[in-house]
């Protein structure tokens, strides 16, 4: 599938089309997504620095909060979490906050971590204009200057200066060129973690996560029924309206809140446990168990219920009224497991045994 980009007479649209070809790292992607975003505050000569602050700060969310990995030689992964301790940046933190503390940071560590990225991308990024100069920064930068071959931008060793041809453009289609630039990112990022799910939702921080209104609606049913169901982490009794909806595996690595994965929790340790992994060999047994008696009883007794249909990932070949007729914790085991060992691969750390 290719993603085709507005024609404009008298533009190399071919190639902008052809700018993320041969990429061995992030930095292009998130050049070209930190340009478009200067261009729309309404820059047209904009400082370089100001530009990496931006790459850092649109990969932010994505490698500190979702721990996707942009691959081992990747220097804009290493920045981040060097400026992250640098400057003690929450990983939650909005992106134009993180943006503009790179940019006032006093800590030359901070500036050197993203100066390392003007040997890389500022000129290479202009390769498809300079196909024959084979990444020469001297000659890319000579030949910029007078917008050679109808390159985008020119580059000097302080700015860039957006082609007056091209900036009409670049401003016009930046919602295009956005979606553009997180299309091929999403197909970079998912051959470097070919085990994660959702990458093109971890990309972008949400501007706010979903209610679970109609989970706890789901477990307040259930224990409607049961009566107190046990925590699994710290064994309070759990009565209908007084539990948090927790994410077993954590949602920073799901990224959803389909109910096979949402269990009723002590609000306490709901709060501590953050994005930390629960051990199978601990809490495994009494999560299966949780999820077991759930489908008993919304089975038996709402059995149309549409939030019954998340199962359905896990159980394809069944109905939702079949569920308990199946191996229930095989299926949960082979889902679970697997999920947890990726997690832990892709840096989210286990957590201890509460007591």
Known sequence: MNFALPQRTGLPISALTASFNNTSATYKYYWLLSILSELEKG?????????????????????NYFHVSFGKQDQLQRAIKQIR???GI???EKQEVVKQKIINSLNPLTARAIQYFDQEVPHRYLSPWFPELKGNRAEIYRLSAAFENDCPYALNEQNITINPLWHGYLVEHAGI???????????????????????PNKLIKPARRNNLLNQRKFWNRVLDHTGPLECIYTHKKLVHGSFAVEHFIPYAFVSHDLIWNLIPADPSFNSRKNDKLPRMEDYFDGYYQLQKTAIEVMTENYPKEPIMEDYLSLFPNANAQQLPETDL?????ENVQPLLTIANNNGFEYMGKFL
């Open 85 to 87: 301790d640098l400057e």
């Open 329 to 333: 914790r095989g299926r949960f085991l």
């Open 90 to 92: 929450t990983i939650d």
């Open 177 to 199: 060129l956005k979606a553009f630039c997180y299309w091929h990112l999403s197909l970079y990022l998912q051959k470097h973690n070919p085990n994660v799910p959702d990458i």
């Open 43 to 63: 820059n047209a000569i904009i400082p370089k620095h100001r530009i990496f602050a931006g790459m850092v700060s649109l990969a932010w969310y994505t490698v």
